[in-house]
């Protein structure tokens, strides 16, 4: 079965009503975990990002702490769901200064990670590739935000 598109998807989501709008939405959230958690979002969070990247940033210190040391191979391999998870977060907002706000608690943990990372070059890569990223989502936000994320980001280059 081939995917139809967004086009015609939303000129058909016109000619239904309220109630069947509301059937396929739930229908649709049973499918997967990323689709009930963009509509928690949408429907719960997304009112408050303060609240929501405060809720990240608590996943995030606990992730952290649950990460297996014993070896270089599981702290990559929980640092990357960790990553993964949070650059999921960063589309359900679709929002800068979340993505930058997220990024940087990302980047302060994994610098500050025992042990270090600069043990392994994949992780200081990762870490690299992060410090990067948030330099281009900072680069579209209002000049007053870019000063203030610019003093943060400068006590977080360590490993360049």
Not at 111 to 134: D, M
Request: charged share 35%; glycine share 0%.
């Amino acid at each position: 079965m081939k995917a139809v598109t967004v086009k015609q998807i939303k000129d058909e989501l016109h000619h239904r009503s309220h109630r069947e709008l509301m059937d396929l939405c739930l229908r649709l959230s049973r499918f997967k975990k990323e689709n009930k958690e963009l509509i928690t979002y949408l429907l719960f969070e997304s009112q408050n990002e303060e609240l929501f990247i405060q809720r990240v940033k608590e996943y995030i210190d606990e992730s952290f702490d649950q990460i297996n040391t014993k070896s270089d191979y599981y702290i990559r391999k929980s640092i990357r769901k960790i990553l993964t998870q949070i650059k999921r977060y960063i589309r359900y907002s679709k929002k800068k200064e979340t993505e930058v706000e997220l990024l940087m608690h990302f980047c302060w943990r994994l610098g500050s990670h025992a042990p270090p990372i600069s043990k392994s070059t994949r992780l200081v890569n990762i870490y690299n590739r992060q410090l990067t990223l948030i330099e281009k989502a900072m680069s579209s936000l209002h000049e007053d935000l870019q000063y203030d994320y610019r003093l943060e980001l400068e006590n977080l280059i360590i490993y360049e």
